[in-house]
């Protein structure tokens, strides 16, 4: 099946199970945010002459500084850069776990993990490479990447309905956002055991409700910040898997992010929708920069395909918080990104939208 059919194929599932048009998405963003200044690093990913990016669905950064870029087209694929953006090798081929790349994330330990929405299985791989660990199970081949009317798997503890993204707290407890299909957040033990699990029910706008849940990320203290794209809000939980609150004034949150360190922030992507529609551009493409209690600190970029613009934001890595890298859907790159919060400007034009 080519990538085009696939492609085709997910969107018609994802407006089965509640896609809405443009307007019926968009929220009101907050007033009068302060302009963080940035600048892209120019041809910072340096490819072989024979390899291209796809889709730029991940990306993630280890301890020493390399990069890590998750991405589809024909295949999906993961590559792997120095620091200086020289590529280096590529992980995972011939994979029986990936098929449809969704996130990349690394952990503490710097083993990367992948989430494969096309399999339903989230794969974790040491720093050499091996595979070490994974959870999910890949649907038999009649009813895999191509079926467009998956039945919620509600009662199901170790079963993923296309999941989007992962994160783990100090403990090292796994937290997957079942996003597609089962719109809940499942927390595992470190060994993959259930735990417990948020909006377990049918997706919905209520409280205890997610709607396509699209990525998810831990503070220090172990609270879980899940974008809940289909609802146009972050929705904070604490760590046993209750909601704490919610953040409703940041669009539609498609890739969200905390820093480590003493001082951490929320990195909150408003990204236009992968279809990339005209209209979508005046009212998208920023990202926030956030305190962790919800507080707006500032926001930069605006939708586009040039230097420092954003076409369609898949995943943000925040290892350091003023130097980001994002990966983007719909103009098939990733960027290196450099803030500048110190020449921070006040925006006259940052109205509600």
């Known amino acids: 099946m080519t990538m085009l059919t696939r492609l085709f194929l997910s969107a018609a599932a994802f407006m089965m199970l509640g896609g809405a048009p443009l307007i019926a998405q968009t929220k009101a963003t907050a007033e009068n945010v302060p302009i963080i200044p940035h600048t892209s690093v120019a041809n910072f990913f340096k490819l072989p002459s024979d390899l291209h990016f796809g889709e730029g669905i991940g990306i993630a950064t280890n301890s020493k500084g390399h990069i890590f870029v998750y991405h589809r087209s024909g295949d999906t694929r993961l590559f792997e850069f120095d620091p200086n953006g020289t590529y280096v090798k590529e992980w995972g081929v011939g994979v029986y776990g990936i098929e449809f790349a969704h996130q990349v994330r690394v952990d503490a330990q710097d083993n990367v993990w992948v989430v494969d929405e096309g399999t339903n299985m989230v794969i974790k791989f040491n720093p050499a490479g091996r595979v070490v660990m994974v959870l999910g199970r890949r649907p038999e081949p009649v009813a895999g ?45 470190r060994n993959g055991r259930f735990l417990a699990q948020f909006a377990g029910g049918e997706r919905g706008e209520g409280p205890n409700q997610l709607n396509t849940p699209h990525s998810i990320t831990a503070d220090a203290q172990g ?3 899940v974008g809940d ?6 929705v904070v939980l604490n760590n046993d898997m209750t909601l704490k609150t919610m953040y409703t004034n940041v669009g539609n949150p498609w890739a969200v992010c905390v820093s480590p360190g003493p001082r951490q922030y929320l990195y909150v992507s408003n990204s236009n929708p992968d279809s990339n529609p005209a209209a979508s551009w005046a009212i998208t493409g920023e990202i926030y920069k956030m305190e962790l209690d919800g507080k707006i600190i500032g926001r930069f970029g605006k939708a586009g395909k040039g230097l420092g613009e954003f076409s369609t934001v898949h995943e943000i890595d925040c290892r ?5 890298f994002v990966s983007e859907i719909s103009a098939w790159r990733a960027q290196k990104i450099i803030l500048s919060p110190q020449k921070m400007q006040t925006s006259s034009s940052a109205v509600a939208r």
């Open 229 to 234: 794209r289909g609802n146009r809000r972050v």
């Open 223 to 225: 609270n879980i910040y």
């Open 145 to 189: 990447a191509v079926q467009t009317n998956f039945p919620p798997a509600l009662d199901r503890k170790y079963g993923f309905g296309r999941p989007t993204d992962v994160t783990w707290d100090a403990q090292g407890n796994i937290f997957v956002s079942d996003g597609y299909v089962n719109s809940r957040v499942v927390k595992f033990d």
């Open 320 to 324: 350091n918080p003023d130097q980001l």
